[in-house]
Every structure is written in C-alpha cells, then in structure tokens.
C-alpha cells in the first residue's frame, strides 16, 4: 500500500477518573496503539488520490467515545462504525468484545486501520471495508446491535444520510452512539432521527474528559483538539433478540453520568 510517512503512537482515552461500580468491569485507562500518518497537514497523499483527506487525522471526539466503549462489556455484540478514520473506537470496541464491522468512504482508512488493528490484537474481531453512506442500498439492512460514529456530522449534507444508514443498519432494540465536537449539524441530526421514529437523546461530555495531555502524544498536527463535544445516543424501538444488548444498555445507563452532564 502506497502512504506517506506514517507513525506508531499509544493513545490514551477519555476516562472519568471515578471508581467503577459493580456493574462494569475492572478498569484502568486503555490505551490503543495507532498506526497514523505522521503530519497530515503537510501531506498530499489524498489531494493527489483526488479523495477526501478528513480520516488522516485523529479526532477528538473518537478519543471520548472510544473511552466510554473501552469502559463497556460489548461481549457478544455486533457492532458497525461509520467514518471510522483511524479505526480507534472499532479498536475500543473489539478490545470490549465486540465483532465489529469497521468502515469509511476511503479505502486507504480501512488499510491503515487495519495495521492499527494488528497492533492491538483485536485483527481477528474487526472487518474493514469502504461504505459510501449516500448509497443506501450499500447499507447492511438491521445487522448490528449498535452503530457508533465519531465526528461524522461535519458537513450538512451529512445529517440525512448518516441518520438513515444507522436507522437502516440497526438491529430493532439496537443502540447508536455519536460523539461530535457541538457542530450546528447536531441539531438537525437529532431531529432528523426522531422522523425516522428513532428515540434520541443529546448529552454533553464533562470538560475535564476533553483535555488530557497523553492524547496530545499523536502530535498536533495529526489530533484535532476540541472545546466541546456532544453524544447523541439513539434507540430503536423494536424487541431484542440477544440478551447482550440489555446487558449493554444497562452499563451504558451507568457511566453516562461518569461522561456527560445535563
């Protein structure tokens, strides 16, 4: 695979520095090691593969959901990322126990994300493959527990087809988690779940998760630092066929306070 320099950097994720209790599972910080492109800012790689060069860098908002996945028990879960980027919360995901279904629009992501996955030891729980989300019927239809996505509401026109792709991916009763850096889009995507007859609520993650100096490890030209950031946690009514997604929503229910204020 063609790329430009690349680098090897442990990430620390968001944490919320509180005891867990009984209900989840014995925890310390987890780091993810990232195989990355060492300064996107100065690469011409995408520009000159006339593709879109937003997955070259790691966001901010991955570091928080990728924390708060790292904090759960995902055994038996199915789980699909959409703009994976750098692969970190499907990493965060599969190391939690979850199979995960890892995708972006851009292949090269799915390749470099690949070698990430590799040096987790998770290669054998995630897929890769490149998913276009303004191709619908290209969408797997009600496969997945849970849908996650990070930062993927940065342009308009991505609100409609990103809330139809995780209406159409989830399973019924399935769970969908957004992190997003408080974009104007966010609004709009919340209320564009709610028509699709989804139940959606908005939080806001606690300040002192957005700024720990270990994330910063990956270098300031290839982490994109945030102020503020929001999850937008979906629900699909519907039966649940597998226990593990109860299990999972009942974690999720505890640790939103560890994470996010009113």
């Known amino acids: 695979m063609e790329l430009p320099a690349i680098s090897e950097t ?3 994720l ?3 520095h509180a005891t867990c209790t009984d209900s989840t599972k014995a925890y ?3 780091e993810i090691y990232l195989v990355h492109i060492a300064d996107p800012k100065k690469s011409t790689f995408s520009q000159r593969k006339k593709q879109c060069d937003l997955w070259e860098y790691v966001w901010g908002s991955s570091v928080l959901l990728g924390g708060l996945l790292s904090m759960v028990d995902m ?4 789980v699909l990322e959409i703009g994976g980027g750098q692969g970190l919360c499907s990493i965060a995901a599969a190391k939690s126990g979850a199979s995960v279904l890892m995708t972006d629009l851009v292949l090269d992501a799915t390749k470099l994300a690949q070698m990430s996955a590799e040096k987790n030891g998770v290669s054998e729980r995630i897929r890769f493959r490149s998913l276009n989300w303004d191709k619908l019927d290209t969408v797997p239809n009600e496969e997945f527990d849970v849908v996650i996505g990070s930062d993927v509401l940065f342009f308009r026109g991505t609100v409609s087809p990103v809330a139809t792709t995780i209406h159409k991916a989830l399973k019924p009763g399935g769970i ?3 992190a997003d850096p408080c974009r104007l889009n966010v609004e709009d995507f919340a209320s564009k779940i709610e028509e699709l007859g989804l139940n959606v609520e908005l939080l806001l993650f606690k300040d002192e998760l957005l700024h720990n100096p270990k994330q910063h490890a990956v270098g300031d030209t290839a982490f994109v630092d945030i102020k503020r950031a ?3 946690v979906i629900r699909k009514p519907g039966d649940r066929a597998n226990s593990s997604i109860e299990n999972f929503d009942k ?3 505890s640790l939103l306070p560890q994470f996010t204020k009113a």
């Open 14 to 16: 968001a944490h919320p």
């Open 75 to 78: 055994s038996g879960l199915s």
């Open 230 to 232: 929001k999850l937008v």
């Open 28 to 30: 310390t910080p987890t």
């Open 10 to 12: 442990a990430v620390t």
């Open 251 to 253: 974690i999720l229910k």
């Open 176 to 178: 969908a988690l957004v």
